[in-house]
C-alpha cells in the first residue's frame, strides 16, 4: 500500500497521467467530430452520384426507345415495304417483320390496317383469320393522330397473349419472389408505331407499323445501365450497384439478387418511394433495406405515352461501399490515439527521469564524496536556479573531471542531434505531403470564391502552381527511393503502349505534334507490372513532348527482338523517337542519373528517367537511348518474354 501511495504521489506518475488524458481527449474529440463530418460528406457525395447515375439511367432507357422507333422507321423506309403493303403481299411483309425483330431484338412486332385490324405479326398466329380491330394503345394513338410515337407502354395479359403467349407468361412472377398478394396482370413495354401514308408523310393513311420490347423480366436494360453508369467496377468484379424497373410498386426488371442469388422479380419497393415517387410524382432518395443489405438509392417517375406515371425507374449502391469510409477513419484514429497512448508513457517516463535525474545524480555525487570518491557524474547544467548553482561548486571542485565530461556530453548530443537529423531526412518526404495538401485544398477553396480580384486569383494560382511543384519533387523522392513488390500479370504491350498514347495525346496534339504508333502483328505477351510500366511509357513520350516543336513528330513502334548479351534471351523493344532537339554527348552518361535535368527551373526534377531506369532494370529489361543535337532522340526499350520470378525477386530485394 505503502509503495502504490508513493508511486501515484511521483512526479513521473502524474506527468504519465496527464499526458495520457491529453492523447484520450484529442483523440476521442477527432472520432467523434472527425467520424460525423466525415460521414456528412460522404453521404452527400454518395446523394449526388445517385441524382447524376439516375438521370444517365433514364438516358439510357430513353436511348432503348430511340432504338426501336428508328429501327421501325428505317423500315417504313424502303421501297419494298411500301410496294408489299400498298399490293397486300402478307408473306412479305411477314418475313420483313420476322428480320426486324432479329435484327433490332424486338419481342413485338406487326402490322395493322388503317381500320386497326391486323394484316400480320410475329410470333404465333402471325397472319391472324380473325380481323377484328386491334386494341394497341400505341397502335391507336398513332391511327388516331396519323404520326408517329414512341415511349413506354402498359399491355394488359389480353393484348399480350394474342401478340405472343410466351410474352403473357412473362408478367407472370416467379412465385418464390412475390412479397405482394396480387401479381401485376399487365406488361410494361417500351414500343413505336409508324403510320405510313400514300405520299410518304400525306395522302391516304394505308395503315401502321409498331413494334416493342416488353420490360417484364428483362435483363437488357438495367444491365446496360450498370454497365454504362459502373463499369470500373464490373471489371473488378463487383456487383454492389444496381438498377431496377418497376411496374406501379412492384420489381419487374433488376440486377438486384436476393440471398438465393436470383434477381429480385416481384418484391416491392417501399411505401415511402411509392408515396413520393408513383403518387407525387417526385424524385426521391433514401436510405433504407433492400431485399437482403442496405443501399442508398435514388427513385424517378416512368410515364406512359399519356403522361400517366405507371412506374419507376430506379439505381441504387450499396451503403457499405460508403460508410466503410468511416470505420476506416474511426480505426485509424484509434490507432493514432493508441500509438499517441504508448508515446506519452514513453515520453512522461522521459521528460520525468530527465527532470529528476539531477537531483538524484547531485544526492549521489554526494554519498559518493562522502566515502571518498572525488570524481562523482553530476551530469549537465540544470535550467532550475538552484539545482544549477549547487552544481555549479561542484564543478569548480572538479573541474579538471568535469572538462572530460563536458566533452564526451558534447559528443553524445552532438550524435543525437545526427540520428534526429537522419530520422528527419528518412521521414520527411512522407510528412510533407499533409501541409502541402492542406495548402491546396484550402487555395483551391479560396479560388471558387466570386468576391476575389483577378490580382489575387493571381496570386493564388502562383500558390497552387509552386505547391504542385513542391509535391511533384516530393513525389519524385518518393518513387526513387521506395521499392514495392511488383504486380505481374500478362500484358498486350501494343495495347498498353496505345491506352499511354490516349492519355498525352491531347496535350501532344495542343502543342501541334503527330505521335505516330506502328505495333508489331502478333507481339506474345509479356509479363509485367502495368502500372509501373505505364509510368516509364508516360515519362518518357513527355519528355520527347518537351523536347519536340510545333509540327514535329514523334514516332513509337514494337518489335520482336534479341537481347544483345550473350544470352541472346528473346523479347520486345519498344523504340520511341522524337524530331526534337537532341541530347548534348556530354550529358548522354548522365541522363539517368538521380536529379540531373536540362529542363528549366521549375519543369523539371530530374528523377523520371532514373525511376524509369530502376523499374525498367527491375523487370530484367534494358533501356538505352541515342541521340543527336538538332535532329532528335531514340529511346530503346528491351524487355524479356519470359523470366524466371527469382529474377525479379532478386531485382527486387537489390
Known amino acids: 500500500m505503502r509503495k502504490f501511495l508513493s508511486m501515484i504521489s511521483s512526479t513521473h506518475f502524474k506527468l504519465v497521467i496527464s499526458l495520457l488524458g491529453i492523447s484520450f481527449l484529442v483523440g476521442g474529440i477527432s472520432i467523434i467530430i472527425g467520424g460525423h463530418l466525415l460521414y456528412k460528406a460522404v453521404l452527400k457525395e454518395a446523394t449526388d452520384r445517385i441524382r447524376l447515375d439516375l438521370n444517365a439511367a433514364h438516358g439510357v432507357y430513353n436511348t432503348q426507345i430511340k432504338y426501336v422507333k428508328g429501327a421501325l422507321n428505317i423500315t417504313t423506309l424502303g421501297e419494298g415495304f411500301r410496294n408489299s403493303l400498298f399490293k397486300n403481299n402478307i408473306p412479305d411483309l411477314l418475313d420483313r417483320l420476322n428480320r ?254 530527465r527532470i529528476l535525474d539531477p537531483l538524484n545524480r547531485l544526492i549521489k555525487a554526494s554519498q559518493e564524496v562522502s566515502a571518498g570518491n572525488l570524481t562523482p557524474d553530476i551530469g549537465t547544467l540544470s535550467h532550475d536556479r538552484e539545482i544549477r548553482f549547487l552544481q555549479k561548486t561542484f564543478k569548480d571542485m572538479f573541474e579538471s573531471l568535469k572538462q572530460q565530461r563536458a566533452e564526451s556530453e558534447n559528443q553524445l548530443v552532438q550524435s543525437e542531434k545526427l540520428a534526429s537529423i537522419g530520422r528527419l531526412a528518412a521521414g520527411v518526404a512522407h510528412e510533407i505531403n499533409n501541409p502541402l495538401t492542406g495548402v491546396l485544398t484550402y487555395t483551391h477553396m479560396l479560388l471558387r470564391r466570386k468576391d476575389l480580384d483577378q490580382e489575387i486569383r493571381s496570386d493564388l494560382q502562383v500558390v497552387i502552381e509552386s505547391t504542385e ?94 537481347s544483345t548479351d550473350d544470352a541472346a534471351q528473346k523479347g520486345v523493344k519498344i523504340v520511341i523517337a522524337d524530331t526534337g532537339s537532341g541530347i548534348p554527348p556530354e550529358n548522354l552518361d548522365k541522363l539517368f542519373d538521380p536529379f540531373f535535368t536540362t529542363k528549366e527551373v521549375g519543369k523539371g526534377t530530374g528523377l523520371g528517367l532514373s525511376v524509369s531506369y530502376g523499374i525498367v532494370k527491375r523487370h530484367g529489361g534494358l533501356i538505352r537511348v541515342q541521340s543527336e543535337v538538332g535532329k532528335g532522340t531514340k529511346f530503346l526499350i528491351w524487355l524479356p518474354i519470359e523470366k524466371k520470378m527469382e529474377v525479379i525477386n532478386e531485382n527486387y530485394s537489390s
Open 100 to 353: 426486324l425483330a432479329q435484327n433490332a431484338e424486338i419481342d413485338f412486332a406487326g402490322i395493322v390496317g388503317s381500320d386497326g385490324s391486323v394484316l400480320c405479326r410475329i410470333g404465333p398466329n402471325s397472319i391472324p383469320e380473325d380481323k377484328r380491330k386491334y386494341e394497341n394503345p400505341i397502335v391507336m394513338y398513332a391511327i388516331k393522330n396519323e404520326q408517329q410515337i414512341a415511349g413506354t407502354v402498359v399491355l394488359s395479359e389480353k393484348l399480350l397473349k394474342i401478340e405472343n403467349p410466351e410474352l403473357a407468361n412473362k408478367i407472370r412472377l416467379p412465385q418464390q419472389n412475390v412479397q405482394k398478394e396480387t401479381e401485376p396482370i399487365a406488361g410494361l413495354a417500351i414500343a413505336a408505331a409508324m403510320p405510313i401514308f400514300e405520299n410518304r408523310n400525306s395522302g391516304k393513311l394505308y395503315g401502321v407499323i409498331y413494334g416493342g420490347i416488353l420490360l417484364n423480366q428483362s435483363t437488357s436494360i438495367v444491365d446496360a445501365v450498370r454497365k454504362t453508369l459502373f463499369l470500373d467496377d464490373m471489371q473488378q468484379g463487383q456487383s454492389t450497384l444496381t438498377a431496377t424497373i418497376f411496374y406501379k410498386d412492384i420489381r419487374i426488371a433488376t440486377n438486384l439478387f436476393n440471398p438465393n442469388g436470383k434477381r429480385a422479380i416481384g418484391t416491392i419497393v417501399s411505401p415511402e418511394v411509392k408515396q413520393r415517387v408513383l403518387l407525387d410524382g417526385k424524385y426521391c432518395t433514401i436510405q433504407d433495406f433492400i431485399v437482403s443489405d442496405r443501399y442508398i438509392a435514388g427513385y424517378d417517375p416512368i410515364e406512359d405515352i399519356e403522361g400517366k406515371r405507371v412506374g419507376i425507374i430506379g439505381v441504387g449502391v450499396i451503403e457499405s461501399n460508403y460508410s466503410n469510409v468511416r470505420y476506416k477513419f474511426i480505426f485509424i484514429v484509434v490507432i493514432i490515439t493508441f500509438i499517441g497512448i504508448i508515446s506519452a508513457v514513453v515520453i512522461g517516463y522521459i521528460l520525468g527521469h
Open 469 to 562: 511543384r513542391v509535391r511533384k519533387i516530393v513525389k519524385g523522392l518518393l518513387d526513387f527511393s521506395r521499392q514495392t513488390e511488383l504486380d505481374l500479370e500478362p500484358i498486350d504491350l501494343n495495347r498498353l503502349v496505345k491506352s499511354t498514347i490516349a492519355l498525352i495525346e491531347n496535350q501532344a496534339l495542343l502543342k501541334g505534334i503527330q505521335i505516330d504508333f506502328n505495333p508489331a502483328s502478333e507481339l506474345p505477351m509479356v509479363t509485367l507490372d502495368r502500372s509501373q510500366m505505364n509510368s516509364v511509357l508516360l515519362n518518357i513520350i513527355i519528355n520527347a513532348i518537351d523536347a519536340t516543336e510545333t509540327g514535329g513528330h514523334i514516332d513509337i513502334l514494337t518489335t520482336v527482338e534479341l
